[in-house]
């Protein structure tokens, strides 16, 4: 069955790194996007990244550019989530979620994980 | 960036009565391909969001028919026929027609 697991979520310092991986199984890695979404302690889901499927230009949300950086490894069918510059802000369940996509438009999350916390304090 | 606002923030609802849900967004969500892209997702306490309803009004695998969706261009509804114990937590919309963004939330409780 189609499985997603995050892994790294952990206490870091403010102005510190984390690495967040996404391992999937179950279906065929390459024929779907697998996405960042957060949801920060009592909020609301925020959206933060996805690979291009080409390589060519991933996307983030405005609140993570510049500081995060996502990528994609088709071999251990894994995703990564680089985050540098760490603010006390980016605490939140960190989940990666599925979706297809068609050319450059990306379709709804029809699968999640269970997510992995990350809390950013001193 | 598309905003999307849902009505209410809570509700609290006697078990076989229904519940609606209001979601709009600040662009129309249809896009050139005929498809109307906006989810329902419910998350359960203490789990990960599952999906609902998908580009507006077709259940996902699983989903009771006691569910469904409906609207238009910017103004959307999440409707619970009779609502059931197992139906608590919290529901969102959210849009895919430019990258994503979701509404505040709707927690429902059982009266």
């Known amino acids: 069955q189609v499985q997603l697991v995050e892994s790294g979520g952990r206490v870091v310092q403010p102005g510190r790194s984390l690495r967040l991986t996404c391992a999937v199984s179950?279906?065929?890695?390459?024929?779907?996007?697998v996405h960042w979404v957060r949801q920060a302690p009592g909020k609301g889901l925020e959206w933060v990244a996805v690979p291009s499927p080409d390589g060519t230009n991933d996307y983030y949300a405005d609140s993570v550019t510049g500081r995060f950086s996502i990528s994609r490894d088709d071999s251990k069918s894994t995703v990564s989530l680089q985050m540098n510059s760490l603010r006390p802000e980016d605490t939140a369940v960190y989940y990666c979620?599925?979706?297809?996509?068609?050319?450059?438009?990306?379709?709804?999350?029809?699968?999640w994980g269970p997510g992995t916390l990350v809390t950013v304090s001193s | 960036d598309i905003v999307m606002t849902q009505t209410p923030l809570s509700l609290s609802v006697t078990p076989g009565q229904p519940a609606s849900i209001s979601c709009k967004s600040s662009?129309?969500?249809?896009?050139?391909?005929?498809?109307?892209?906006l989810h329902w997702y419910l998350q359960k306490p203490g789990q990960s969001p599952q999906l609902l309803i998908y580009?507006?009004?077709n259940r996902f695998s699983g989903v009771p028919d006691r569910f469904s969706g409906s609207g238009s261009g910017t103004t959307f509804t999440l409707k619970i026929t009779r609502v059931e114990a197992e139906d608590v937590g919290v529901y969102f919309c959210?849009?895919?027609?430019?990258?994503?963004?979701f509404g505040q939330g709707t927690k429902l409780e059982i009266k």
């Open positions: 959210m849009q895919s027609r430019e990258l994503y963004s």
């Open positions: 662009q129309s969500l249809l896009h050139t391909d005929g498809k109307t892209y």
């Open positions: 179950g279906f065929a890695f390459t024929n779907y996007a």
């Open positions: 979620a599925r979706s297809g996509y068609r050319g450059y438009d990306f379709f709804y999350f029809d699968y």
């Open positions: 580009e507006l009004s």
